[in-house]
């Protein structure tokens, strides 16, 4: 079973976003991942390659308060928690990854939340 066709068209498109965007120690890339039910958002700086931060649906706390609403407001949620952990972190400024998917829906959503909770991207 090979790659479909629209996870090839994602790859491509993701590359393309990928030799812009980058990931540094005052602006580390807060990249997003949906499937079809969770979804994932990481802060992370390419110069050391490591994982500042991170959120999901599936982390125990934020799954526990998203049990009951429908995807994207868990994805609105995740993206509060995700920079209210930033905030902790100290960080404050960011560039957005949309990793090849539209900027719609859920990722609007995550990228939202994101801001009200106070990241700057």
Do not use: C, W
Not at 21 to 42: C, D
Not at 56 to 74: G, H, L, M, R
Request: hydrophobic letters at 35%; charged letters at 35%; a positive charge.
């Amino acid at each position: 079973m090979g790659i479909t066709k629209k996870v090839a068209r994602r790859r491509k498109i993701k590359a393309g976003i990928r030799k812009r965007v980058r990931g540094t120690n005052e602006r580390p890339r807060l990249t997003v991942f949906r499937s079809n039910k969770e979804i994932y958002a990481q802060i992370i700086n390419d110069d050391t390659q490591a994982t500042l931060v991170d959120a999901s649906t599936k982390t125990k706390d934020i799954a526990d308060q998203v049990a009951s609403v429908n995807k994207t407001e868990a994805s609105r949620a995740v993206g509060r928690e995700l920079a209210r952990r930033a905030k902790d972190a100290g960080i404050e400024k960011v560039v957005f990854d949309r990793n090849g998917f539209n900027y719609h829906g859920r990722v609007k959503a995550l990228a939202e939340g994101a801001r009200e909770g106070g990241l700057n991207f």
